[in-house]
């Protein structure tokens, strides 16, 4: 979402709890995790900022779509791991490539973030998905848990935008076309999280175990680590190269109901004009401008969740050898 569709009150309740989610995973995460689930969050982030990147053609709607993968997190690395690792993703996508608002950016985490790893996944994939499954049923529980996932936060941007009472998008049809473009969305995100799990069931079943990654730290991910970072740097060095140039589901979605996608809001507020002041300083590669923004980014996600989740295992242990 950009800072143009929310009031400052709408955008401040979600930076809220937003944050307080974020202290939470960081909490669980502190207390819970390993090197191992430290090594995988870090590798997970830069492939699921990768695949971000290839928007993939909707058919017949001159739409586009892109994964949010937050059900693939959660999926490996569990819930409240896999809530940080999208978080950070978005976090580098809004300061450093300016996509979405910063104002609007705790309702981009709730919409995405919270909403596939802390609701679809434990709520729909975790209780009818056990391991190991046959390849229907993962494909199955994967489109089921993606498309609800998709769907709550196409409902969550619905209720915020309708909230903040500074666009005139008629609420009904803008409603509509939100759930009805993101659902085709969450069948393609699904088909390729069943893939990615169907094929982690057949080389690497114990990472579809994260509660164990995070308290085992024998087991060897090393493998999986390189597998997934070698895959997101030829996601992000030549498939988005690829990518649609069709506008995505929400663009699309204001298109169509208001004839343009750049809304400018009724009201702006000082809010709205300091956090797009902030974000014009951070944004030093606005658009992905650059041939190597994706490989940039990439990084840049890797490092920012080790180092978060690195910090957070050395606190624990400082505080155990105190103790």
């Known amino acids: 979402m950009s800072d143009a569709l929310l009031s400052a009150p709408v955008a401040v309740a979600a930076d809220v709890v937003a944050a307080g989610l974020l202290v939470v995973a960081s909490l669980r995460i502190k207390k819970n995790a390993s090197d191992n689930a430290v090594a995988l969050m870090g590798v997970m982030g830069a492939f699921v900022f990768a695949a971000q990147m290839v928007n993939f053609s909707v058919p017949g709607t001159g739409s586009s779509g892109h994964i949010v993968g937050g059900v693939l997190l959660g999926a490996l690395l569990g819930p409240w791991a896999g809530f940080l690792t999208l978080t950070s993703v978005l976090i580098i996508q809004c300061l450093i490539f300016a996509d979405g608002g910063l104002m609007a950016l705790g309702c981009n985490v709730l919409n995405m973030a919270a909403m596939t790893t802390l609701v679809s996944y434990p709520l729909v994939m975790r209780p009818l998905l056990h391991y190991p499954a046959a390849p229907w049923k993962v494909m199955a529980v994967s489109v089921m ?39 085709a969305i969450g069948v393609v995100e699904g088909l390729a999280t069943g893939a990615v799990l169907l094929f982690v069931q057949r080389s690497r079943p114990e990472l579809l175990q994260p509660d164990a990654i995070h308290r085992d730290t024998r087991r060897n991910v090393r493998g999986a680590v390189i597998g997934f970072a070698m895959a997101a740097a030829v996601i992000a060095g030549g498939l988005a190269f690829l990518a649609s140039e069709d506008p995505d589901g929400l663009e699309w979605s204001i298109e169509r109901v208001a004839g343009t996608s750049e809304l400018e809001a009724e009201h702006v507020g000082a809010l709205s004009q300091v956090a797009e002041a902030a974000q014009q300083s951070t944004a030093v590669m606005p658009d992905y401008e650059g041939s190597f923004a994706g490989i940039a980014g990439t990084v840049m996600v890797l490092i920012l969740v080790w180092v978060l989740s690195s910090l957070l295992v050395r606190s624990r242990r400082r505080q155990k050898e105190k103790a």
């Open 145 to 183: 848990a993606c498309i609800v996932g998709l769907e709550l936060g196409a409902c969550m941007v619905t209720v915020e935008t309708i909230a903040s009472h500074i666009t005139a998008l008629p609420p009904n049809r803008f409603f509509l076309l939100m759930t009805g473009i993101h659902l």
